[in-house]
Nanobody, 126 residues
Framework: QVHLVESGGDLVQPGGSLRLSCAVSRFTRDYYTIGWFRQAPGKEREGVSCISTSDGATYYADSAKGRFTISRDAAKNTVYLQMNSLSPEDTAVYYC???????????????????WGEGTLVTVSS
């Protein structure tokens, strides 16, 4: 079993930045990729970015390209999502998740994930 805990959500003004953290209980031979999702009110949960700890491969959805950066700290078993140039459209609950034998190479979906954190709220508003 893999336990995930998100943190770092906050209220931020448009144009501002936030760094989200996802603390992972353990990476295993089967669970080595972490994805960030977000869900805005009334919308479907969407995959934003992922990273495979096996080789550092990353992927960004179009909504995140050029503004968000995903990274990992192996010593801390933590994955980060640095978010810059935030806009009100980025307001959502952000979740991290993982799936068995998942390599980060492209679009990913919430219904494939095995384990989830409880989420952290990001609100972008003036």
């Amino acid at each position: 079993q893999v336990h995930l805990v998100e943190s770092g959500g906050d209220l931020v003004q448009p144009g501002g930045s936030l760094r989200l953290s996802c603390a992972v209980s353990r990476f295993t031979r089967d669970y080595y990729t972490i994805g960030w999702f977000r869900q805005a009110p009334g919308k479907e949960r969407e995959g934003v970015s992922c990273i495979s700890t096996s080789d550092g491969a990353t992927y960004y959805a179009d909504s995140a390209k050029g503004r968000f950066t995903i990274s990992r700290d192996a010593a801390k078993n933590t994955v980060y999502l640095q978010m810059n140039s935030l806009s009100p459209e980025d307001t959502a609950v952000y979740y991290c998740a993982t799936d068995r034998l998942w390599y980060c190479r492209g679009t990913f979906y919430y219904y494939d994930m095995d384990y989830w954190g409880e989420g952290t709220l990001v609100t972008v508003s003036s």
